[in-house]
């Protein structure tokens, strides 16, 4: 709590990390959640005047437009490579990139993980609502088996497209990696958990510990043609088990194995 110059209590005050501006983004959509945290991370922090962000291609594109802080807007999925060059280039820097799972799991995959591979001292947040927000309600990677989107009205059918992308579980094994979690803003609970593994995924680049990514599993209502309400249960219900919360990989912990969910074919 900090008081006023009149005496009252604020138990709340808006980041200057961001712009007091409204945003573009859907009724809903956890996107201005995400940017807060963010915004109060890099505050609380003492980051504002050493941080670079760079803005995927996407519903996020317009990152840039919210954030008081120096920006850059990449090609779509190469935010991660604009990211390690910038990171390079200016070492003393905070840089993050913050992107979708159209633009980071699909045309950005090779970047990411390479990016992760090398071990590049960047941060990254992932906001993955299992669909292509911006250009219509298209299939992405991470969109669930049989979810109904713009390209796939009879559901998603794995013998055709393949299974959902769980790109945070294949980068906490790469070795690069120093800090990977999953967290969901759904609520004021994950809310609160989202911001704590956001700061440590700063942290972890401030101290030189190398890659680090929050995947944030949060609603596209509009996207989903549902309600903001029905939009919070339908990703608790359906997403969450599919992308289960928690840190995959960060310092300290046992380093994650791959175990197979399945196996193909007869022993």
């Given at each position: 709590m900090s008081r006023t110059e009149d005496g009252l209590q604020v138990a709340f005050k808006a980041t200057p990390v961001l712009h007091p501006i409204p945003n573009h983004y859907c009724p809903g959509c956890a996107h201005g959640i995400v940017h807060r945290l963010v915004g109060e991370v890099i505050e609380e922090l003492g980051l504002i005047e050493r941080t670079i962000g760079v803005a995927s291609v996407g519903c996020s594109v317009l990152a840039y437009n919210y954030f008081d802080l120096d920006f850059i807007s990449a090609p779509h999925g190469r935010a991660p490579a604009v990211a390690t060059g910038l990171k390079r280039s200016v070492p003393d820097s905070v840089v993050f990139t913050y992107q979708g799972d159209g633009d980071l799991a699909a045309i950005g995959t090779a970047e990411i993980i390479h990016a992760a591979v090398r071990g590049e001292n960047i941060?990254?947040?992932?906001?993955?609502?299992?669909?292509?927000?911006?250009?219509?309600?298209?299939?992405?990677?991470?969109?669930?088996?049989?979810?109904?989107?713009?390209?796939?009205?009879?559901?998603?059918d794995t013998h055709a497209t393949g299974f959902p992308f769980k790109i945070a579980d294949l980068l906490a094994l790469v070795e690069g990696s120093a800090y990977i979690a999953r967290v969901a803003p759904?609520?004021?609970?994950?809310?609160?958990?989202?911001k704590k593994a956001i700061k440590k995924a700063f942290q972890v680049q401030l101290a030189g510990q190398g890659f680090s990514l929050v995947e944030v599993v949060g609603t596209c209502p509009t996207g989903w043609g549902l309600t903001p309400v029905e939009a919070v249960e339908w990703c608790r219900q359906k997403m969450l088990p599919v992308y289960p919360l928690g840190e995959l990989k960060a310092p300290g912990l046992?380093?994650?194995?791959?175990?197979?969910?399945?196996?193909?074919?007869?022993?």
């Open positions: 941060t990254v947040i992932y906001y993955n609502n299992a669909i292509y927000g911006m250009t219509g309600g298209q299939m992405s990677p991470t969109t669930l088996p049989g979810m109904v989107t713009a390209t796939t009205p009879l559901g998603r759904l609520d004021v609970a994950g809310i609160t958990r989202a046992p380093a994650p194995r791959f175990i197979p969910a399945y196996r193909v074919g007869k022993e």
